[in-house]
């Protein structure tokens, strides 16, 4: 039996500070070197979990959060680059799909052949067909939950696939061959790990990306787009917690 708290974890200040604006009786905490916060939101405990940047550091601190809380629900957040020309600056990603962007397979070269990323295969070195990625789903009544918020004021809510990884993707056509290949609206770098170990521990999970870069548009990153995941998580939570 799970104990009545949420878990959100989000990987720097800019993706947490709102969020613990709107807890009461916040307390901090760390653990084995991440922070970690708890609070009340809507009398409903709330653990908010920075889990730093990176692959790596969102599997072990969300495996240690879950071990130590054992929440209900897990959610995900913070802010993403757009792979598509629909999906701008300021738009909110649901994430139904994670995938891993940050494997790849590279086409044998001699020396001085160069390289040329447009070339690499994108893969997760577990299947034998090395385009094959594994595809994360979000939980499906956390999902049906996420798409009946309509108070989302700062640009619209799409709903599909993240995709995530240790990279930055600024180059145009590197972008395009991701989307074009897993049909991804966005990346970012940490929620493939929070669905997986989600999963693994048998916890549901949903994940929301605001759009803080378009390279494709000429939207460089901006800082404050931070806030409004938050925002949309916090409208998440009202739900969740009134439905229950």
Known sequence: MKNGTILVTAAVD??????????????????????????????????????????????????????????????????????SLDVKRGD??????????????TPIKGLNAGSNSLEWIITDFQHKDDKDTIEYR????????????????YGKVHVGTIGSGDVFNKE????????SNLDTLCEEMEGVAVYKVAQTFNVPVIGFRIISNNELLNEHYDVKYGKYSQEFTCSFLKEYIMRK
């Open 172 to 179: 145009c056509d590197r972008i395009n061959y991701i989307h």
């Open 14 to 83: 800019t993706e947490i500070d709102y969020l613990k604006e709107k807890l009461k009786n916040l307390k901090a905490s760390e653990m084995y070197g991440y922070t970690l916060f708890e609070g009340k939101f809507e009398d409903y405990q709330i653990i908010i979990l920075k889990t730093g940047v990176g692959i790596m550091n969102a599997t072990i601190s969300t495996m240690l959060a879950i071990n130590k809380y054992n929440p209900e629900i897990i959610i995900n957040e913070g802010t993403a680059g757009s792979h």
């Open 92 to 105: 909110i990603v649901i994430g139904d799909k994670l995938v891993y962007i940050g494997g790849y397979k």
């Open 138 to 153: 979000a939980d499906k009544d956390l999902l049906e939950l996420a798409k009946k918020i309509n108070d989302f004021q």
